[in-house]
């Protein structure tokens, strides 16, 4: 910039353009004298003087979605908080901007910026409502509990052609895997070709008739090493000789209990049970 040559009283004339600097924004005209902006306005010139231009810098935040719609950088002033964005993935809950991939250390958007950095998208999956009937395979699963780790369903109904069901201990739905805990009253009885099911090792209650009237239903078969709770008419119809099998290391009493349960439940007094 050209040092300019004034009378006393005479303003001076700020110069056009302003200076640039890259990775910084210019804040104007500074007497180092007094540390103050310099006003071309109002200040007259008394005296020799030297003008320091003042910079602030430009710091860049980068925005890494992990899979989210993309979102754009951001220039942001030394000192400055960032605008804030709007990022979105489908099936997933956003979590917040992380400035670590570990996503340990969390950024609040109301933090100066005083320095480059790079930000990180956290997401969870977005979880189903509770009562949501979802369909996995050939059975239809109902959200009993709705939670990221520790979510819970009841089997609440099936494909009408089965002949063989394994219920599973877990089951994966979407992006989040729930235990399969209970089987809900009616869950079966439009199987009418059922003829063997394996109820999984999660499965701590099975409903009024669940199994109801599945004349061709034969082969039951437990993993779970506790009895689970067994209403009235859950097993009533089923075949005049089902075979009950439990895992060897159930208990005697546990073992006890469920050969009582399926009483309760209905079944055929003729069933024979094992261990295996």
Same mark, same amino acid.
């Given at each position: 910039?050209?040092?300019?040559?004034?009378?006393?009283?005479?303003?001076?004339?700020?110069?056009?353009?302003?200076?640039?600097?890259?990775?910084?924004?210019?804040?104007?005209?500074?007497?180092?004298?007094?540390?103050?902006?310099?006003?071309?306005? @109002?200040?007259?010139?008394?005296?020799?003087?030297?003008?320091?231009?003042?910079?602030?810098?430009?710091?860049?935040?980068?925005?890494?979605?992990?899979?989210?719609?993309?979102?754009?950088?951001?220039?942001?002033?030394?000192?400055?908080?960032?605008?804030?964005?709007?990022?979105?993935?489908?099936?997933?809950?956003?979590?917040?901007?992380?400035?670590?991939?570990?996503?340990?250390?969390?950024?609040?958007?109301?933090?100066?910026?005083?320095?480059?950095?790079? %930000?990180?998208?956290?997401?969870?999956?977005?979880?189903?409502?509770?009562?949501?009937?979802?369909?996995?395979?050939?059975?239809?699963?109902?959200?009993?509990?709705?939670?990221?780790?520790?979510?819970?369903?009841?089997?609440?109904?099936?494909?009408?052609?089965?002949?063989?069901?394994?219920?599973?201990?877990?089951?994966?739905?979407?992006?989040?895997?729930?235990?399969? @805990?209970?089987?809900?009253?009616?869950?079966?009885?439009?199987?009418?070709? %059922?003829?063997?099911?394996?109820?999984?090792?999660?499965?701590?209650?099975?409903?009024?008739?669940?199994?109801?009237?599945?004349?061709?239903?034969?082969?039951?078969?437990?993993?779970?090493?506790?009895?689970?709770?067994?209403?009235?008419?859950?097993?009533?119809?089923?075949?005049?000789?089902?075979?009950?099998?439990?895992?060897?290391?159930?208990?005697?009493?546990?073992?006890?209990?469920?050969?009582?349960?399926?009483?309760?439940?209905?079944?055929?007094?003729?069933?024979?049970?094992?261990?295996?």
């Amino acid at each position: 910039m050209a040092s300019q040559t004034k009378k006393k009283n005479e303003l001076a004339v700020e110069p056009k353009p302003a200076p640039t600097k890259t990775g910084f924004k210019f804040d104007g005209w500074y007497d180092k004298a007094t540390n103050k902006k310099f006003n071309f306005k @109002t200040t007259k010139i008394t005296k020799n003087i030297a003008l320091y231009a003042k910079w602030i810098p430009i710091y860049t935040v980068t925005f890494v979605s992990n899979g989210g719609t993309n979102v754009a950088a951001q220039k942001v002033e030394q000192n400055k908080t960032i605008t804030k964005v709007t990022v979105t993935k489908a099936n997933y809950i956003f979590d917040g901007w992380y400035t670590d991939k570990a996503f340990k250390n969390k950024f609040s958007e109301t933090s100066k910026i005083t320095k480059n950095i790079v %930000l990180y998208a956290k997401w969870m999956p977005a979880l189903p409502e509770k009562g949501k009937e979802i369909t996995v395979g050939d059975l239809v699963y109902k959200i009993t509990f709705s939670h990221a780790s520790e979510g819970t369903v009841a089997v609440s109904g099936v494909k009408k052609s089965v002949k063989k069901v394994t219920i599973p201990p877990t089951v994966k739905i979407g992006n989040i895997t729930f235990k399969v @805990t209970s089987i809900a009253s009616k869950a079966f009885t439009k199987a009418k070709k %059922l003829n063997k099911v394996e109820i999984g090792a999660n499965i701590t209650k099975i409903d009024s008739k669940a199994f109801y009237n599945l004349k061709k239903l034969k082969t039951i078969t437990f993993k779970t090493l506790k009895a689970p709770k067994i209403a009235s008419k859950a097993f009533k119809g089923t075949h005049a000789k089902c075979k009950v099998t439990v895992p060897k290391k159930m208990s005697k009493k546990e073992f006890n209990k469920l050969k009582n349960n399926c009483k309760k439940g209905k079944i055929s007094k003729k069933t024979s049970y094992k261990k295996k």
